[in-house]
């Protein structure tokens, strides 16, 4: 089992910034598409963007151009630096770890980011 820990999150106005970190348990990474995922009140949860690897990303539509996923996995860290916040952005956001062989599927317990002036 492994546990996944994120934070970072928190209330930011319009057009600010955030950085989320998720730290895991032990190292994963190397067998693991890492991602992040948000749930807003009343929808689904979607995809926001995932790394399998150095240079492998892809991000959502909405988010392309304002998110960075990016991973150092000495550290079993993933991050999600957000700029240029918008509302809509406002939701709980998920870490996630994938093995890329399909033995696993780790959920964080969540972070909230919250845009609003």
């Known amino acids: 089992q492994v546990q996944l820990v994120e934070s970072g999150g928190g209330l930011v106005e319009p057009g600010g910034s955030l950085r989320l970190s998720c730290a895991a348990s032990?190292?994963?990474?190397?067998?693991?598409?890492m991602g992040w995922y948000r749930q807003a009140p009343g929808k689904q949860r979607e995809l926001v963007a995932h790394?399998?690897?150095?240079?492998?990303?892809a991000y959502a539509n909405s988010v392309k151009g304002r998110f960075t996923i990016s991973r150092d996995d000495a550290k079993n860290t993933v991050y999600l630096q957000m700029n240029s916040l918008k509302p809509e952005d406002t939701a709980l956001y998920y870490c996630?770890?994938?093995?890329?062989?399909?033995?696993?599927?780790?959920w964080g317990q969540g972070t909230q980011v919250t845009v609003s002036s």
């Open positions: 996630n770890a994938k093995s890329v062989f399909g033995n696993y599927d780790y």
């Open positions: 790394s399998s690897g150095p240079g492998s990303t």
């Open positions: 032990r190292n994963i990474f190397s067998t693991a598409t």
